[in-house]
């Protein structure tokens, strides 16, 4: 049933929803990490929650025009409207009280939020929005996605998807170093505004189908799942679009396989998987290479301090120095140092000896600094430097390097 | 010190002395104030053409956001700038700004060669692909300060130093005529120091004019031309010989260099 999904053959409203999804997950993903790259992630959790008096606002007004009140164009005009009221007062309120931007997104977000639902409340008693079917908006619904809805994520998508492609040069110049990105030509205000505006259109693009309250998810987690894997803010856009359109459709295609599934929780439950696997696995940055790599460092550490004991005659104390040493051979079962031991350490101690002679040189001392116990005297001296060194030594004293 | 006025190209094939007739930058009655204190308080600069100047001052004085404000990067309560006799904003393409170390997130998902090409921004646009020409110059800004070995490294992978160079190889690929750098030696190693002095000296001889925020007072006789001494007021401007001064650094300094002190920097000048 999962596979029939995956490949697109459980009717046509799954299709419609799948693809509808993995398109405004790829658009999400892109424009998001713009957001997360200026560290203004949380920005987009007031614009989402300030949607919401705008949609019940934009009923009422359609209601009182003689209209449906439900009609989709008219409720996301709306909600956009009162997103961009909701980013003006957290852009007030940082730049001209003492809030810090955290506070404020807070206040608005919760003030928004508060007065959508009272809103939403307000109409649930009225006679014409007994069926309004608005509180959809707040979890996403893909129940009865019509066609029209699916080319409008589609269109939505593409054109926010070309516009944060088009600006991501400003965009990542002003995330990296506004101070710089004002002098250089670009202006920092224009910039994050209309970084915020391209959320702002996804966000409302997204209302529909994932919901106000996680559309958050799918700007920001495709964002920091691809960090782990790059080191460059273009291949981050660039991944994160593809992680969020995987998440977008594997998440659609999984609850299309059960009718009590909500599209939108599950959309953001694969985008979290997905940050789990990398958050683990991936190189460099994921915590497991991190921690073999802190390991592996540790053991360096530990094997070249015991040495450098042995050498000097002095017992080494900790144990998990003596195992290491054992399990290299340098030690006997019973902790007595053997030939490979003896031979290991006396080419440690010669380098000892040869980082002091520098460090003593009056030519060669700056060359010192760049001894942090580790380094390996070879990768900083030349081999003319280190002979000068071992002739003032008295040379390699039998030992073979 | 800058005898022979060196030739520095114009758009217009002008003479140079026309276009540096102007000062390339000038600071007038400019005052900025976090809050109800300014931090600077109305302060006039002259930068002397194709010289370097430091502007000194003890922590605090409102050296930083003297620059911050030239550049427009803070907004001055009162007081203006002009860069070669013009307003500030026309002007943005002739400066090149090299920020404090301190500014960024250096584990910003950049590469040094992405950096570099960064101050070739307002040539490339928005939409201009990134051409073997625009790596060759960006490379060879790198290489003027030591690190196109670098070229490839993650930001985060740097030393101190040489996150410092990167910065100045991103302003050299802007080939501006004012360079204004703020702390360019703060807590680098001496190989780079040496380094960015060399680069700045070039920048001078090439006819461009340097302005930079220096703390380390000891090096200033060495290092610049100029001198402007600053405690949110300014203090006094000039040449290193006239201006920097013991009742100067005195004054800009208070109580806070011991006499023997600046008799030692003064008279190390001579």
């Given at each position: 049933m999962l596979r029939d999904a995956l490949l697109l053959q459980m009717g046509y409203n799954a299709t419609l929803v799948a693809l509808g999804a993995a398109s405004l997950g790829v658009a999400a993903g892109a424009t998001g990490t713009f957001l997360f790259l200026r560290k203004r992630s949380l920005v987009s959790d007031a614009i989402s929650h300030a949607t919401l008096p705008g949609i019940g606002l934009a009923f009422l007004v359609m209601v009182a025009l003689g209209g449906d009140g439900r009609w989709l164009p008219g409720l996301l005009a709306g909600s956009a409207l009162s997103a961009l009221a909701g980013l003006l007062c957290v852009t007030w309120l940082t730049r001209h009280t003492r809030l810090a931007e955290d506070a404020a997104i807070g206040a608005v977000l919760s003030v928004f939020f508060g007065a959508g639902i009272v809103i939403l409340t307000v109409i649930q008693t009225l006679s014409s929005g007994r069926q309004a079917g608005l509180e959809t908006f707040l979890l996403g619904s893909t129940a009865g996605m019509l066609f029209s809805d699916a080319l409008t994520l589609a269109i939505g998508g593409t054109l926010v998807l070309a516009l944060a492609l088009l600006l991501r040069r400003p965009m990542i110049q002003v995330a990296f170093d506004p101070g710089y990105a004002e002098t250089a030509g670009t202006s920092v205000s224009r910039t994050d505004f209309l970084t915020m505006a391209l959320v702002m259109a996804i966000t409302v693009v997204g209302l529909k189908i994932v919901g106000l309250i996680m559309i958050v998810a799918l700007l920001i987690i495709p964002a920091v799942t691809a960090r782990f894997w790059t080191n460059r803010a273009e291949y981050v856009v660039a991944l994160a679009g593809l992680f969020g359109g995987l998440a977008g459709y594997l998440g659609a295609a999984i609850s299309a396989t059960a009718p009590a599934l909500p599209t939108g929780p599950i959309i953001v439950l694969i985008g979290f998987a997905l940050f789990v696997v990398s958050l683990l696995v991936a190189p460099g940055r994921g915590v497991l290479a991190a921690a073999l790599r802190y390991r592996r460092f540790q053991r360096r550490v530990h094997l070249r301090q015991g040495l450098i004991s042995l050498a000097q005659g002095q017992p080494v104390y900790e144990r998990l120095t003596r195992r290491l040493l054992r399990r290299e051979g340098?030690?006997?079962?019973?902790n007595v140092i053997t030939d490979a031991g003896r031979a290991r350490a006396a080419k440690i101690l010669r380098d000892e000896t040869r980082w002091q002679a520098v460090r003593r040189s009056d030519s060669l001392a700056p060359l010192a600094m760049q001894d942090n116990g580790m380094t390996d005297i070879a990768s900083v001296l030349t081999a003319d430097q280190l002979a000068e060194i071992d002739r003032r030594i008295g040379g390699p004293k039998g030992v073979t390097p | 010190m800058k005898d022979a006025m060196p030739q520095l190209a114009t758009d217009e094939g002008r003479p140079v002395a026309d276009t540096l007739a102007q000062s390339p930058l000038a600071i007038r009655g400019m005052t900025v104030s976090y809050g109800e204190e300014p931090a600077i308080f109305s302060i006039d600069l002259t930068a002397e053409p194709g010289a370097m100047t430091a502007i000194i001052g003890p922590n605090g004085a409102g050296k930083s956001t003297l620059l911050k404000a030239a550049l427009g990067i803070v907004r001055p309560l009162s007081g203006r700038a002009t860069v070669f006799g013009k307003p500030l904003a026309k002007q943005r393409a002739r400066i090149a700004y090299v920020p404090q170390r301190a500014s960024v997130d250096w584990d910003f998902p950049t590469t040094v060669m992405d950096v570099a090409l960064m101050g070739l921004s307002r040539e490339l646009g928005l939409l201009r692909p990134v051409r073997a020409r625009h790596v060759t110059r960006a490379l060879a800004c790198l290489d003027r300060v030591g690190m196109a070995d670098f070229a490839d490294r993650q930001i985060g992978q740097l030393s101190g130093g040489q996150q410092q160079r990167v910065f100045l190889a991103r302003a050299l690929a802007q080939d501006a005529e004012l360079y204004l750098l703020d702390e360019p030696f703060a807590g680098v190693d001496a190989a780079t120091e040496r380094a960015i002095i060399v680069v700045l000296k070039e920048l001078r001889a090439e006819g461009r004019t340097v302005v930079a925020v220096h703390h380390d007072l000891s090096t200033v006789a060495q290092y610049f031309d100029n001198v402007f001494l600053i405690n949110r007021r300014k203090i006094a401007e000039g040449s290193v010989e006239t201006a920097f001064t013991a009742a100067n650094l005195q004054e800009a300094y208070g109580g806070r260099l011991a006499t023997g002190q600046i008799d030692q920097l003064v008279l190390g000048t001579v």
């Open positions: 340098f030690l006997r079962a019973d | -």
